[in-house]
Every structure is written in C-alpha cells, then in structure tokens.
C-alpha cells in the first residue's frame, strides 16, 4: 500500500477553481474506480469527479461550499495502484454533466408522470426559503416517509452513509433524505443524531412540547448561485410591479373544448400555453418588453423571437428552463415543448442550451398560486409576468351580479428601460387576448 495524492483536475473552458457541493465519500471508505467521489461547481456547470483508482480513503480536503483551484489535493487514497498511476492525477477526467446534473443515481427510481402544467414559483424571491438543496430536510410525522423510500432496500445512501447509521444505532427507514430522489446524506444523520431522531420520525405525542432544535443550513452550489442571481436582480434592478385581473371564463371553455378533441398524442392544455402564445402575438407591439438590458454597456437588445423561460421548482432548487421561438409554435406545439423542458428540469438531464437564451420568464404556481406577488425580474431579462390560481367569482356585468372564472397576474419591470405606461399596456394587451381567445388564432 502508499499513499496517492488526487488533485482536482483541468475541468476546461478556462475554469480556474470550483465549488464543493457534495462528498460521495468518507474517510476510511473503500472506493473503485470511476466511482463519483466529488461534486463540484464551476460557473458553467456541475461536474460529478470520479475516484481515478482503487483504493480507501485516508484524507479529505475542504468542506462543502470551499472553493478549490485546480490543481489542489481534493483526496489522499491508500492504494496498490498509486505506484502505477504516478502522482499526477490530473489525467483523469470528470464527468462533465449540465448543472441541473448532479450526480447518476445509484438505484433506478421511477419518475412520475410529467404534467402538462409545471409546478413553478410564483415569486422569485421565495427561492430564499423554499428551495430543496438543503443540507437537511426536517420532518416531525413519520407518514411523510415517502412510499418509495420506505423499503430498507431502496433507500438510497452511500455505503459510508449506511456505515455510520449502523455505527449510531440509527434506522434509516426515518430518514427524509435531502439528495436528488431521497438520497439520505451525511448532513441528515447530522440532523436526526442532534435532534436525537424527534424531527425525522417520531410521533411526538405532546403537541405542545418546546422546540428547540435548530438546524444550520449551509447555502452552496445551486442554492448559492440562486442567492447571488436574486440579490443581482434586486440590487441592480428598479422593479415596478403591475397587477390586473383577467376573465377567461371564454377561454376556459375553449381550453376544455379543446383537450375533448384531442388525440393521444397530443398533451392536455393548461391555461399556460395559452398565455405563451398571446405573449408571441403581442410582444411585437410591445419591444421594449422582450428585451435584455446589458448594463455594463448600457444596450438594450431587444429580440424579435420570443424566448420564454418557465421559472420551474425542482427538488433541486428552481430552474428557468426556456421554450424558444414560440412565434413559429402552434398550441398543440407550445404545450408539448413546456412540457417538454419544465419536464427536463425536473429530471435532471436539462441541457444548458434548454436553460439558456430567455428574453421573457413566466413563474406560476397552478392551483396553488395564491392571489398575487411582485415576482423579481430574471436578470438581465426586463419583464416578468406571474399567473395566479383562477377561481369563480362574483362580478358585475350589465348591472347585474354573475358568476365569472377569474385569474390574476401580476408582473414586473425594469424601470431603467420600460416607462410604467408601457408596462401596462403590455399587459392590458395581454387581458385583451385571453378574454378574447379566438385573437390568439387570428
């Protein structure tokens, strides 16, 4: 046996340093070649690094969220090979995977069923609070064990994981695992060894028992680069928000008399599709809406194709993954493509190129999109447009009280570049075709 010394190596595409996300590994576990060992994120993406040999684990270097220059010793191996290898480890090359790519799963999970309508964040800047790449995930009842966890055999963990479970008499069966599909980490036998397993499986029968465990959330990888965007966006960007109500009791009859007609292979219409194509038919009116503002320079591109990000929840953190060109889309088209990349984003295999390129972001929640919000604009874009939950209500029309299906939205814009009266004409545009859905076919 000796020692062998693995450097992180030359990832590419002028990358100098990375950020550690998550150890695959422990000290003292034993590990094969081309096992991942390391997650690290660079500005271009999330690169899973694979163990160049076989060998155990004798060191680590950094903690989750340091930042490490190529070259640095990442991990000290004990292995018969290293003689062979030589001390230069930097020949072995990582995986290089989009950011929304974090790591193969090591057991095959079924996926659900992608919805037409994606679950997205109706605010931006709940991103904050609401994201999923937490260290910890903490759960007081153990009925919110998900079904396909359950099973001793399928929960997913790494041997030094289960290892050190075994060691503290812990039963992973009550664990809510924080990794991508249930994954349980290192930092969630933290938690249930400090909270002593009350907040991740036991029925506390005393409802009023004193809370006083607390949970130390480090922000890295994706959840970090969501801080920074958001901060970018609000620090740099003068928002003004706008609200309106929409009827679209008439095209909430279209929407069903459609997905009647429909054929197998084409996917049941939301209200959100509908949306995208009234914002292709309106936006040339409204240029200075479908814009980027590259402040550095102080240009405005305003684009003539219409790139539209759906701001998209994962259990990794949100995602704006974009649907490109919708102008040349017919509706069958346009839901078929949403579904299509939100249903990316959630899986994980999103390409770079699908998370990239928008010059306009819709951020909905569905059914559970509350009543409004003053959603942040993704920078460098100048415009957002967040759709709310519709709902019947009582209206009057003619002078008389009737019973409408309503939605509201609500939107937000760069200051620096759209005047208020353009803002609002925009999305008066907007209520004008979905009241009148037949103009979105015109």
Known sequence: ????????????????????????????????????????????????????????????????????????????????????LGADSSVTEPTNKSESEILPKPEVIAEPEVIAEPEVLADPEVLLRSATISPARVNSVESEIPNNIRNNERILASPAVRRRAREAG??????????????????????????????????????NAKREA???????????????????SKRTIPHFSYFEEIDVTQLEELRNNLNL??????????????????LSKIMPDHPECNALFDDNVNIVRRHSGINLGIATQTDRGLYVPVVKNVETMDIWTTASEMQRVSGAARKGTASLDELGGSTFTI????????????PIINHPEVAILGVHKAREMPVVKNGQIIIRRIMNVSSSFDHRVVDGADGAAMIQHLKRMLENPALIFI
Do not use: C
């Not at 595409?13 to 991942?36: N, T, Y």
């Open 1 to 84: 046996m000796s020692k062998y010394e693995f450097k992180l190596p030359d990832i590419g595409e002028g990358v100098v340093e990375g950020e550690i996300v998550e150890w695959h590994v422990s000290i003292g576990d034993a590990v094969k070649e081309d096992d991942p060992v390391v997650d690290i994120m660079t500005d271009k993406a999330t690169v899973t690094i694979p163990s160049p040999i076989d060998g155990t684990v004798i060191s680590l270097s950094g903690d989750i969220g340091d930042m490490v220059p190529v070259g640095t010793t990442l991990i000290s191996f004990d292995s018969e090979n290293s003689d062979e």
């Open 170 to 207: 812990i039963n992973l069966v009550n664990i809510i695992g924080s990794g991508p599909a249930g994954r349980i980490r290192h930092a969630d036998l933290d938690v249930n060894i400090a909270t002593k397993g009350v907040t991740t499986g036991s029925i506390n029968n005393n409802h």
């Open 214 to 232: 607390i949970t130390e959330v480090k922000v890295v990888g994706l959840r970090r680069k969501i801080a920074e965007q958001m901060v970018i």
């Open 261 to 278: 007609s429909r054929d197998d292979a084409q996917p049941k219409l939301t209200y959100l599709p509908f949306i995208m194509m009234a």
């Open 363 to 374: 951020t909905s929640l569905g059914r559970d999109g509350g009543l409004g919000a003053t």
